[in-house]
């Protein structure tokens, strides 16, 4: 079992910045590509971000991109977002998930793991 904590969510003004981390407990997170997911009330999880299991790729969702960072530290199994230039509309609840795969994993219902989610919310 891995067990995944979000945390670094929080109330940014626009065009601020954030950094969400996601520490893993339980099994090293070297064997799992790691996805970032957020999702609005009422609605299902988007992906935002993915990286391999290696770190030497990432992929993110075209609103994000230029401005949205993910990046791993498999010794401290944590999983970073970096968030800059950020929009009301990135305001929601992000998660991470973990996918035992050493390729990039973008379908919510292929993941094995997930956390409880940290409350990203951006004031225009």
């Known amino acids: 079992q891995v067990q995944l904590v979000e945390s670094g969510g929080g109330l940014v003004q626009a065009g601020g910045s954030l950094r969400l981390s996601c520490a893993a407990s339980g099994r090293t997170l070297s064997s799992y590509s790691m996805g970032w997911f957020r999702q609005a009330p009422g609605k299902g999880r988007e992906f935002v971000a993915g990286?391999?299991?290696?770190?030497?790729?990432?992929t993110y969702e075209d609103s994000v991109k230029g401005r949205f960072t993910i990046s791993r530290d498999n010794a401290k199994n944590t999983v970073y977002l970096q968030m800059n230039s950020l929009k009301p509309e990135d305001t929601d609840v992000y998660y991470c998930?973990?996918?035992?795969?050493?390729?990039?994993?973008?379908?919510?219902?292929?993941?094995?793991?997930w956390g409880q989610g940290t409350q990203v919310t951006v004031s225009s």
């Open positions: 990286i391999r299991s290696s770190g030497s790729r990432t």
């Open positions: 998930a973990a996918v035992l795969s050493i390729f990039i994993v973008t379908t919510e219902y292929r993941y094995d793991y």
